[in-house]
């Protein structure tokens, strides 16, 4: 049905969608919705510097060179 390149594109659209239709559930009001986008924004803030760090710290621990390619 997909190319090969698009094996997994079903998921993620299924995802998305369960994302969307949690957030829309969620909230019973205006307060609901900034509590909710302020709690967002500090996971994905932890999620972005934690993320990359974990890498980082996976490959000094592989003993893998800065910017060296494998």
Known sequence: ?????HK???YVLVFIA?????TAIIPRNVIDVFS???YTSYVSL???????LAYLL???LRG???GSRV
């Open 18 to 22: 369960l994302g969307a239709l949690v």
């Open 58 to 60: 996976l490959a000094n």
């Open 8 to 10: 997994y594109y079903s």
């Open 36 to 38: 909710f986008g302020t």
């Open 1 to 5: 049905m997909f190319a090969d390149g």
């Open 46 to 52: 932890v999620v972005g510097i934690g993320y990359p």
């Open 64 to 66: 893998n060179k800065e």
